[in-house]
Each structure stands twice: as structure tokens, then as C-alpha cells.
């Protein structure tokens, strides 16, 4: 039996990529420094998948400051969204085929 593949997306093979699109999926906005603890990352690590998916415009970044310091926030876009919930379907239908 072949399995089909289609409708995953190659931005969310990395677990670190499909953890973030997770905590962003129930999480309206998050700052960097508690997404970086949720998943227990580096900052660079981090940065650099945040990056990718905001190339992907799958994510929107909000800079601010509080007080002095400056504060990064994540959200998904709708783009990202439907990217995130279509690729969750597809993992569905690939492990539903599959029994």
C-alpha cells in the first residue's frame, strides 16, 4: 500500500518549527523569552526558526518596548493558520490511513 504524503508542509518538518506554529496555534500572542522556555531553546536556535517562518509569512512579529527593555511577540497570521491546520489535517489522514 503506498501512503501519500500530500498536503504536509515542508516548513513544519522541523519539531522545533512545528512546536512553535503549536504553542502560537493556542496562544493568541507570545513574547520570545516564554516561547524560548516552552520549548526550551537558545535564543539563536529560536531566532532562527521564528525567521524562517516569518518568511514564510506564517507568522507576524510585534516589536515594543516595555519600560526600557524591548519586548519581540509572535502570532500567527491567517496564512499560517491554514498552513498549520491543513498540514494538521494531513498528519491526521496519514495515521487514519494507516489503520
Known amino acids: 500500500m503506498k501512503i501519500s504524503i500530500t498536503g504536509l508542509n515542508k516548513a ?9 506554529m503549536s504553542v502560537l496555534a493556542v496562544n493568541d500572542i507570545i513574547d520570545f523569552n516564554r516561547l ?12 532562527s526558526h521564528l525567521k524562517a517562518l516569518e518568511k514564510e509569512e506564517f507568522i507576524m512579529v510585534e516589536k515594543s ?11 500567527l497570521t491567517k ?10 489535517a494531513a498528519l491526521e489522514q496519514l495515521i487514519h490511513t494507516q489503520k
Open 12 to 20: 513544519f518538518e522541523s519539531r522545533i518549527r512545528l512546536g512553535i
Open 79 to 88: 496564512a499560517g493558520k491554514k498552513a498549520f491546520d491543513d498540514h494538521l
Open 36 to 47: 524560548k522556555e516552552y520549548l526550551d531553546l537558545t535564543d539563536g536556535n529560536l531566532a
Open 65 to 75: 518596548f516595555v519600560g526600557k527593555k524591548p519586548n519581540t511577540r509572535y502570532r
